[in-house]
């Protein structure tokens, strides 16, 4: 067997280390280009002009964890808004497991976002049941907790967007029926919400790695 020259391995090293940079190279491209849709994505948020906290962290009532991107404080209750980055045409409905991304003629598939984002809802409702009873009344029953997805602009719905799914440029139109300032937070509702604030802090503290 004949013997590989010290000149072929340099190259195939050099191939490697190449191709490794590239890797390295379409990877931070990759990350900056969420990071610049999530940066966007907030500002929007910013721009609805109401209180909100941002990384939220809840016990699920089942001895797990719900994260919520950002909880919205808006007359009569919540939303509990998640954000989403898929690039590409998109496929989905509020009823179906598994949805679509069509990329370059290859379609992959990811969870409904709702599913998450309706179980969040149920883990503040289950919090304001029993975790934080005892420094709020029964009148938590009507407190309205509205789930809501938005997607960055690098992706389409081209055959509709599901319900309770923005595209995060309208979100501000969505949701305006919801944060109608003709409305106003009560006495009542502010504490809730700095409960939740502050349950959100005690949980993160106490499930540190």
């Known amino acids: 067997m004949e013997s590989v020259s010290i ?7 050099e191939a490697i280390a190449a191709l490794g940079l590239l890797a390295v190279i379409f990877f931070f491209w990759k990350q900056s280009r969420k990071n610049k849709h999530q ?15 941002r990384n939220v962290v809840l016990p699920d009532g089942i001895d797990g964890l719900v994260f919520i991107d950002y909880l919205l404080l808006v007359p009569g209750g919540f939303v509990v808004l998640d954000t989403q980055h ?3 045409h998109l496929f989905g409905g509020e009823t179906i497991d598994q949805w679509s991304q069509v990329i370059n003629n290859k379609t992959y598939k990811f969870n409904n976002p709702l599913y998450d984002n309706q179980r969040a809802c149920q883990a503040i409702q289950w919090n304001l ?18 789930g809501w997805v938005a997607f960055s602009s690098a992706g389409n719905f081209p055959k509709g967007i599901p319900a309770q799914v923005s595209m995060v440029d309208e979100l501000k139109n969505n949701l305006a029926p919801l944060i109608n300032k003709n409305n106003s937070i009560d006495e ?4 809730t919400w700095q409960a939740l604030h502050q349950l959100s802090i005690t949980t993160q503290a106490e499930n540190k790695p």
């Open 86 to 88: 898929s690039e590409g």
């Open 129 to 146: 049941q029993h975790t934080i009873k005892a420094e709020n009344s029964p009148a938590d029953t009507y407190l309205q907790i509205h």
């Open 188 to 191: 009542h509702l502010q504490k």
């Open 39 to 53: 940066r966007h994505a907030h500002k929007v948020v910013d721009s609805l002009g109401v209180k909100y906290l």
């Open 7 to 13: 000149e072929v391995v340099f190259y195939i090293l």
